[in-house]
């Protein structure tokens, strides 16, 4: 320090001590956020310059155009899915990424819209509402019901409402699966939801006589809506109550100090979240054309989570690409033609960018192809059985890895086993010691590329992918605690 | 009044009421220490009923064990105990401890990871399909009945027994040993306990290892009386024990053994008696736990939190 100012202490680095000197940290924002040199800080710097408006539009021409350049199929399979991931990660993102309650009964939103829809459009009840009337009448109804279920959080803090509404979304689906064999007292005996099969032939919106019923009408209809919601929510974001939702997440005591209402703002933020959900509810039970009790439950939470995790409390286009990211990468990775370089590829990559400097990386390689021969020779003498299948494919590169990697010709439960294994490993080893952490990395990356060929190369979905996204949370907390795009806010002991 | 069903739902509760007070108190202890709540812990419940599954089966299985029937419970528990009580420590290693100055957010959603990760890799391993204790060939149900037409079985029997002498053996070790003093100081105040020289790392670790010891006990018993085990029997079993712990008080040991009990009876009676009750179970003890959060949101052995910085 030339100018004679005080040394600052340096910020203990061991996370769980705590942190000393937190007006110091709040200083030096600035200074942090110049830390990026080189690329990242140019990017990081520019993307800060565009106003809201064109960030909007940065998505929105490119899935503007996304119909014209490839088929309907895929629009259906990547498309559809992924605006009503991105729509409802966005409601959920008013609940836990501005206000900071964490909603796990939110999915039961999401259903609730749907089979509200269902019950106003489709012939369990007769009813073919138009689409003007009934989506009013359903996102009303979920806010209604968001304000039913955020009544009793009032008095709660963080934790019991996060089981509070895990327990609700439950409920949900267990009512939903036997709500038709209720009996009313006076209006008697009335499927309400049709029980574990749920409700068929729901109608296509209807606007004013104009059907949404193709696929590319419905795409664009959800672009629309998820344009519109992301303007509101970054007027929202800006206004008087965004700010106090932030100061509510930031710290509910010095909130209520400074005369923040905050029970009715958690409620409000529950009422817009359940709201938005069920409009993307309506949305979903017309595409879909049934309201199954199967489509609201755990997966989906975790996966809606994963996205707005992936994208950053708070950050409205970082979820956008999160559940870009989220919904279309198990599709890409599903045909194996293109998979495998690009599985390698990033993989490659990954080492390269976080192996360094180059005598390490140079050892973990050769440390990774020894491993190899050494796992294929000990195999083939002792348990041939590992080593007798076939890689999938021809060509050099899958006759080499019948050479190297080890192929069990019976592979479902092995690869399984060490599918489960492997993701634990993922999970622990970044968190070890150096030394630990370079010799045991050659093994994970055998790991890694054996559950790719025996197991993910043939399928990916179901339970692997919920390990995934399971891993991916506790993950994601342990590196960046406020997910990958949004901002780190100041923690005060 | 119908003593005979009323007197079958008391056993049943009270049976109920055992397993559910087991898990509550791993729930009630972490949050008693850590202000987490550890949405694993009903998966660990389900791992532990998996262990002593194999444990049995390693043993010669349910039908001709190799051994007599007390010596294989006996090494069931024995295993289910100290794998689920492994696991909960590198739980607690892996997915909390770097979590614990991240804001309060991050370890709640770290838990709900957890809790996925056991259930699908349960869900891969293990298989989609109900494994059977075979509890009828294995130790017999073998019902008694004490005048007045109360009958009670066998594993229910041995259940809540099991269940009153691991609470018994807990209380004596919180309250005696010097660990559990460590724990009872870690509780009251983490940062005060650090600065007597309690190593709150280690402390904490113990509180995983009984916590979740107690839910792979509960597992077995699980397995024992319902005589069938599959791998999503966790989640709703520790919303239950979760309830459980809020009724009883979330952080007093008495309190979740009570609030176990009542969750319990009440479970059962309301299969009993309210209506469509063995459809809607799971929706009146939600309604209970939404009734105690109302009335009395620090349950009943709790004191009311002042909340602080």
């Not at chain 1, 996370?15 to 940290?25: N, T």
Request: glycine residues 12%; aromatic residues 12%; hydrophobic residues 55%.
């Amino acid at each position: 320090m030339a100018d004679g100012a005080p040394d600052i202490p340096a910020p203990p680095d061991a996370r769980d001590r705590p942190r000393i000197g937190v007006d110091e940290w709040v200083a030096q924002v600035e200074g942090r956020r110049e830390r990026y040199s080189g690329l990242r800080g140019a990017v990081e710097r520019r993307w800060e310059r565009i106003p809201p408006a064109a960030r909007v539009l940065l998505f929105a021409v490119p899935a503007a155009a996304f119909p014209y350049v490839t088929t309907e199929g895929n629009v259906f399979r990547y498309g559809l899915f992924t605006l009503v991931y991105a729509l409802l990660a966005l409601g959920l993102n008013i609940v836990v990424g501005f206000a900071g309650l964490l909603d796990l009964g939110y999915v039961a939103f999401f259903g609730f819209g749907a089979y509200g829809y269902a019950i106003l459009a489709s012939p369990q009840f007769g009813n073919h509402w138009q689409a003007e009337a009934a989506i009013p009448v359903v996102v009303v109804a979920t806010a209604l019901c968001g304000l039913l279920v955020g009544l009793p959080s009032r008095r709660l803090f963080g934790d019991y409402l996060a089981i509070l509404t895990l327990f609700f979304g439950q409920a949900f689906v267990v009512f939903v699966n036997n709500a038709n064999r209720i009996s009313f007292p006076f209006a008697g005996h009335v499927d309400l939801t049709g029980g574990s099969n749920g409700l068929p032939n729901i109608d296509p919106f209807d606007f004013f006589g104009y059907k949404l019923e193709g696929t590319r009408q419905q795409y664009y209809f959800l672009l629309i809506s998820i344009v519109l919601v992301l303007v509101l929510l970054y007027w929202v974001h800006d206004s008087r109550t965004g700010r106090a939702w932030r100061a509510l997440r930031e710290d509910p005591l010095a909130a209520e100090a400074m005369s923040i209402p905050v029970n009715r703002l958690k409620l409000l933020a529950f009422v817009f979240g359940a709201g938005t959900a069920g409009f993307t509810g309506a949305i979903y039970g017309s595409i879909a054309t049934a309201a199954l009790p199967g489509d609201y439950d755990v997966g989906l939470l975790i996966t809606i989570y994963a996205i707005m995790i992936l994208g950053g409390f708070g950050s409205l286009m970082g979820i956008v690409v999160g559940a870009v990211v989220v919904s279309s990468v198990p599709e890409l990775l599903r045909s194996s033609a293109n998979a495998r370089p690009l599985f390698y590829g990033a993989i490659l990559l990954a080492l390269l960018v976080k192996v360094r400097p180059w005598p390490r990386l140079a050892a973990v390689l050769a440390g990774l192809v020894g491993f190899g021969f050494a796992a294929h020779a000990i195999a083939s003498a002792a348990y041939p059985r590992l080593v007798h299948g076939h890689a999938i494919g021809s060509g050099a590169f899958a006759h080499a890895m019948n050479h190297w990697m080890l192929l069990p010709s019976h592979h479902e439960k092995i690869a399984d086993v060490a599918y489960v294994f492997l993701i634990a490993a993922i999970v622990i080893v970044p968190q070890l010691k150096r030394l630990w952490r370079t010799v045991l990395i050659p093994p994970l990356l055998y790991l890694v590329m054996f559950v790719w060929e025996n197991l993910l190369l043939e399928q990916i979905g179901g339970a692997t992918r919920l390990i995934l996204l399971g891993a991916l949370l506790v993950a994601l907390m342990n590196a960046r605690p406020q997910g990958l795009f949004g901002n780190a806010y100041v923690e005060i002991a | 009044m119908n003593w005979s069903l009323f007197f079958d739902l008391t056993v049943s509760g009270l049976t109920l009421g055992s397993l559910y007070a087991l898990i509550a108190l791993g729930y009630s202890m972490v949050y008693g220490i850590l202000k987490l709540l550890n949405f694993a812990h009903g998966d660990v419940y389900m791992i532990g009923a998996f262990l002593g599954w194999f444990a049995l089966h390693g043993l010669g299985g349910p039908v001709n064990p190799d051994f007599a029937a007390a010596g294989v419970l006996a090494v069931m528990f024995v295993v289910a105990m100290l794998g689920c009580g492994v696991l909960g420590v590198a739980i607690e290693r892996f997915a909390y401890r770097p979590l614990r100055n991240a804001p309060r957010i991050a370890p709640l959603i770290s838990a709900l990871g957890v809790s996925i990760f056991l259930q699908n890799s349960a869900l891969l391993v293990f298989g989609a399909s109900f494994r059977d204790y075979n509890t009828f060939s294995f130790i017999g149900i073998k019902t008694y009945n004490v005048g007045r037409n109360l009958f009670f079985s066998v594993p229910q029997l041995l259940t809540v027994v099991a269940a009153i002498c691991l609470m018994v053996a807990l209380t004596l070790f919180v309250s005696r040993s010097r660990l559990g003093k460590a724990m009872r100081s870690t509780s009251f105040d983490r940062e005060a306990a650090s600065m007597m020289g309690i190593d709150v790392d280690r402390v904490i670790s113990a509180t995983f290892f009984i916590g979740s010891a107690l839910a792979g006990a509960a597992g077995i018993m699980s397995g024992l009386v319902f005589g069938q085990i599959y791998h999503f029997m966790g989640f709703i079993a520790g919303l239950k024990g979760f309830t459980a712990a809020v009724i009883g008080g979330i952080g007093s040991i008495p309190g979740a053994m009570i609030g176990g009990l009542v969750v319990g009876l009440a479970e059962s009676y309301a299969t009993g008696y309210l209506p469509q009750g063995s459809t809607f179970q799971n929706l009146y003890v939600f309604a209970l736990l939404i009734l105690v959060i109302l009335i009395r949101p620090s349950g009943l052995f709790g004191q009311a939190v002042i909340q602080k910085a």
